[in-house]
């Protein structure tokens, strides 16, 4: 199997496909951008790793400026403390002994080590876990809109930091919010009001941590918070593109594929199906952007193909052997789907790297 992963200086038209590419320029553009946003706010910046999995990244992302990251499960956390990262935040409640005991191994080697909860029993299991010798800090995750996790209330926001509070092992960390795009002004007045009642109760509030890359740029809407996570910015993808956070150029991964079959005038076949592409649409009709034939749509995917209409393209279209790039619907979960990730610059290989936290799901 080694040898299908290019070496450096091969060119990408020798690369084997199905294989996502990153531009390296493209990235550490958005990666140079996206801090610059951040230092101009006077904003910490928590890079989420879900959208690269990869230590040299995330490196990469906290030599530019970032404060930390930010990790979704216990696993995750593992492959980046491995790398010498000392400033976690993992925003999922996580239950259960075993998961518990792997939080208590993990926190002894992170020195910044913090999760978050918006339930009882996720503090009451962290509060069994975690001693007041080395207390654990624990954010309290809101729901401004997301619809997702999260409190309801202010009100309950408030009662869940008190229980934090008093739990000998655990320390207040803050609140924390995943909101839906264009809720800069709904998480504005959640978060003022909390804070507001946690200073009746006699609570501050260290952090207001905020998330998410289609509304990055309106970030300075919400004054209240004190840092902004995001991922899918590093490399961005078509559902960004139709946010307006980024354009086509700002692309960094591609999805290299090619054309194996034109059974009709009006059809291609391409060598990436559901287990490159993914079937996760995310609101689009299609499995994909061919910048290339703009007027191509990949209609539909099965494990090893994907089928893609034609009609709409002038002229012949993709021939059997020719490659293409495809830009993403979501970057994120492509990532997920491959051992390794290949770089380049101008269309010539710079560096393969394993993709660690891949499947890291605990």
Known sequence: MEGIWPEAGTPLSEVLTPMPVIDEARMAANIALAQAHMDGLGRAFRPHIKTHKLPEVALTQLAAGAVGINCQKVTEAEVFADAGIADI???????????LARLKALQARVPRLAVT???????AGLAATFDAAAPLRVLVECDTGGGRCGVQTPEAARDLAREIADAEGLTFGGLMTYPAPGGAAAVEGFVTKAKALLEEAGLGCPAVSVGGTPDFFAAGEIPSATEHRAGTYVYNDRAMVRAGHASEDDCAMHVLVT???RPTANRAVIDAGSKALTSDLLGFPDHGLIPDYPGARITGLSEEHGVVDLSGVEGEGPQVGEQLRIIPNHTCVVTNL??????HDGGVVTRVLDVKARGTVW
């Open 89 to 99: 935040l993992i925003t999922y409640n996580i239950l259960g002994a075993a998961r």
């Open 117 to 123: 909860a918006d339930n009882a029993t996720t503090v």
């Open 259 to 261: 054309c194996v079959s």
């Open 338 to 343: 491959f051992d390794r990730m290949v770089f």
